[in-house]
């Protein structure tokens, strides 16, 4: 048997006591991880923990916490409380339990409480109420717990319209300060909404017999997230609930998993569940408490669509939809009519059509199909309609392909969800551009399946076009509209990586698009999307500066549509040397520096800015006349803007010298940890009009733009336009080099000089 042994020692600043043979005892904790280990824990704590207590009638040692409730982790704390009626020694007592325990070095959280004191602790500190509820005899007079549970579950009850207000608000802090556990790559287990923490908060509403708290699938995921911090406290060998990235790998050999990633898949279905029956058990709160909707009345049924009625604030199914073979789309319709309604589904109703409901045929019926779109345009309702559904198996009911992505975790730290949470969130998002699109059917229903190819071998927009085709055929859609689908959900990436990847200045660039696209409307649908998308992947995946591009490159494919030719850029102004020089001017998230022309004058701006911690989204270089002009996009890197003058004042030294940029950014990359396990850099070449694209795909680190074009300089190579795009800890970026770079000679040299001015090192 795996055992943790806590052997008894004199711990700081204690006195050695004498003990009976029984409290001098090792105990040895079993550290397996699972129910049968948990169990086997908490017997070994039991026994040991009993043989402490001397022996009376008028006193009782309680745990509470895990420890009450048999979910003992391998180092989790041991919560005790040691009730007593009065005992005159009962501090000397209490020290014969306590000193034991702390000398075998286990974690103690313990209290000694009248059962009056405890029940008025109880009465003005949830957290301590919730223990109490939970509360387990250890040993001693049971009579004494009986009453202290008895009165505190009274307590709990009258005043529960009171406390339960007060716990829902104090979740709502613990949430605010730790996040959702379903979309975290490091979550806490205990803390985080989802968590261990929340199933205490359904055990406190079931003791006021408000809602039910223990149903299966609740109880699975208890089980489960029990399990993944047996097996973290095993790994770390101390306690700890942080789900750490680098410990993944290990801990699905102890769960019998085949890899790190499925831990953290169900790891997010469990506390999606857990978050959905505690949302569900609040609704049930709030319409418990006084002046909730169902209490001292009758409830009503107001019709909302048909087979569907809300009533007490829910849509319910309405009396004739309850037949012995249902009509196929009415779960569809269900969720379409509650998510317009803006209401939540009543649990009894998303159970009876989880269990009765009749497979769709295909295609689909025009009502089932309307439904699904009806509720892809819902807007912000549409996200808690379609993850009620999923908890009952309703949606990969309807999409089977879901299941591939369901709960599927995203590395990119750039995305705040899961794979399929993002598709609902992008559909969401989408319906606010529904009024810009010709065909708004077609927009959702790309939003809800642009990412269907993630999980599987190779390009996921290649990968999946043929997927999102096929579920648009089975719902019923024209072969001409499946192929839209097919096109947009293939080409999802083609807006935001041209405009941040390539000169819009660029004729090739237009053409290349505008071939690929094909006509307006496709347009339309993508330049819908591409926005979606961004904006339901998080806030670092789109800019002001990127808005603009996307734009532009919009604006100008859609002329080559309409007019068959590719707009001309207005020819930038040259720069004049009209007083001293350098001159910088910053604007925004704009930085422009004019100086005398020289190869490193590219490298000098970046490397500064990197210095002020400006990340480089866009550059252009204007020469004329022996004056150049460098014009950067920028956006901060950690969300903060520097101080205006000093940049101004740091850039004109750059620019003349002055300012040793490469000491400073490689003393900056040696205090800052680099990529672990990156992939090699690679250089891909594609044609440009009087020019060359360079373009570079390597790990991102502070600095990189400087290096490279500092390398690119010193290989006598003129950059006419960069463009830089950072994908979490990606990097590809596009340098247009002047010259028709024929030679492949000279494509080696400047390809061999830019790999090595990849690596932080080189610097």
Partial sequence: M???EAVPTTGPGRSAKPR??????????????????REDRSRALDAWLACLLPAGDDLALVAVGGLARRECAPYGDLDLVLLHT??????AVAEEIWYPIWDARLSLDHSVRTVDEAVEIAGTDVKAALGMLDARLIAGDAALLARLRERVTAQWRRGAARTLLQLHELCQQRWSAHGELAFLLEGDLKEARGGL?????????GYAGVADAGRPAVRAAQRWLLDVRDALHTVAGRRVDRLLAQDRAELAGLLDLGSGDEVLRRVTDAA??????????????????PGGSSRGRRPTRTPIARDVVEQDGEAVLARAAVTPIPDPSLALRVAAAAARSGLPIARPTLEWLAQFSAPLPSPWPAAARDALLTLLGAGDPLVATWEACDRYGLVTAWLPEWSRVRSLPQHNPVHRFTVDRHLVETARAAATYVREVPRPDLLMLCALLHDLGKGAPGDHSIVGAPMAAAVAARIGLAEADC?????VVRLHLLLPETATRRDLGDPVTVRAVADAVGDTDTLALLYALTRADAAATGPAAWSSWKGRLVAQLVDRVEH???TGRVPRMPPAAPPIAVGPLPRVRLDGDRVTVTAPDSPGLLAAVAGCLSLHRLDVVAADVHAFDGVARVMCGVQPRYGGTPDPDLLGRDLRRAVAGELDVAARLAARERSTRGPVGAAAPRVVWQPATGAAVLELRAADSPGLLYRVARALAAAGVRVRAARISTLGGAAVDAFYLVGAWDDARARAAV????????????G
Avoid: C
Wanted: charged letters at 25%; a negative charge; aromatic letters at 4%.
């Fill in 272 to 289: 999606r569940t857990v978050t959905y029956a505690l949302d569900d058990a609040w609704r049930a709160v709030g319409r418990w408490r």
């Fill in 560 to 562: 080559a549509l309409d």
């Fill in 197 to 205: 923490r929340d199933l205490g908060v359904l055990r406190g509403i």
């Fill in 751 to 762: 390809e061999a000089a830019v790999l090595g001015a990849a690596l932080p090192s080189a």
């Fill in 2 to 4: 795996n055992v943790r």
């Fill in 483 to 487: 192929a839209v689908v097919e096109r």
């Fill in 20 to 37: 009976g043979p029984d409290r001098s005892q090792a105990i040895e904790v079993p550290v397996g991880v699972g129910a049968a280990a």
């Fill in 86 to 91: 009065g005992t005159a020694d009962i501090e």
